[in-house]
């Protein structure tokens, strides 16, 4: 089996009235490359009313992002032409490369009923090659991600990006990052072997699992050595992880804010070609 090295406990972060946990990252771990930030939104319940999620025009450059919506919604809008309502159970890959301007924010439906609301965020690095690759969006509702049931029934694959098996997910991703989730029930396993040379990305949204032998509840980010294959896993009770691997590219990571480069006058450069508009110009 993959030996586990350490689990780490995400971090409360609350972002003005969301309720936040960053698991990624963290006093303990900087990134798992190259998976490189995670936010856990939710889960909470939403009044009639309210102002929604507060993720206005933003830029980004250099890396990607992959968003699960849970409960709730997300109203994308960004400079490359991409716009859409993107329900529960969809999600949203965006890969921003050389840049461009978004913005995340709650439908007008519901900020108007309100409702339960749990929104996770991850972001992958983009290889220096692809930093300044065109961007792309790509929404998928639920009933266009494929799914693999395990364990008669017990468990529920929903593959995203890469494959599972013999299945291939919807979104391939630059550099092939394999992404799922995973619905599981009380008693539910399954076994999934990756190859040593990968990371793995393993975090436990809701619920309890044992993995390889060790309790890992929510709100838990499981990191694992380079040494074996196999990954077990069954439900100590109803849980929810997201589960991915990818190669590593060993190349330098330098983050500022909204930009993720591999040197700081790139980053420098990132800041001046938005201040001058080349980034994209907002115009929601």
């Known amino acids: ?36 930030f995670l936010n856990h939104h939710g889960p909470q319940v939403y009044k009639p009313g ?27 809008q960004d400079t490359g032409g991409g716009k859409d309502v993107i329900e529960a ?28 609301l749990e929104i996770l965020q991850l972001w992958f690095n983009l290889p220096a090659k692809y930093k300044m690759t065109e961007p792309r969006y ?35 991703s630059l550099s092939d990052i394999h ?22 990305f393993f975090y436990v949204v809701r619920g309890s699992v044992k993995v390889n032998g060790e309790t890992a509840d929510k709100l838990t980010l499981v990191e694992f050595e380079h040494e074996g294959k196999e990954v077990k896993v069954e ?4 849980a929810y992880i997201l589960f991915g691997h990818a190669l590593p590219y060993n190349e330098p990571v330098v983050s500022h804010g909204p930009f993720v480069m591999n040197t700081e006058q790139e980053i420098r450069e990132a800041f001046r070609d938005y201040q001058m508009g080349k980034i994209g110009r907002w115009e929601g």
């Open 235 to 238: 439900a100590t009770e109803d």
């Open 138 to 172: 790509i929404g998928l509702q639920k009933d266009k991600i494929p799914v693999v049931t395990l364990d008669n029934g017990k468990v529920k694959v929903n593959v995203v990006s890469g494959s599972w098996g013999e299945v291939q997910a919807p979104i391939q």
């Open 50 to 76: 309210n102002r929604g999620l507060p993720f206005g025009p933003h830029p980004h450059r250099g890396f990607e992002t992959l968003t699960f919506i849970l409960d709730g919604d997300i109203m994308h």
């Open 89 to 116: 159970g969809g999600v949203q890959w965006m890969t921003a490369g050389s840049g461009l301007i978004h913005a995340e924010v709650s439908s007008d439906k519901f900020k108007k009923e309100g409702g339960p």
């Open 1 to 36: 089996m993959r030996k586990i090295k350490k689990k780490h406990k995400a971090m409360y972060a609350p972002m003005d009235d969301l309720v936040t946990y960053r698991a990624l990252p963290t006093r303990e771990v900087e990134y798992i490359d190259p998976f490189l």
């Open 179 to 200: 992404m799922v989730s995973i619905e599981m029930q009380k008693g539910g396993h399954f076994i999934y072997n990756i190859p040593t040379e990968r990371n793995i």
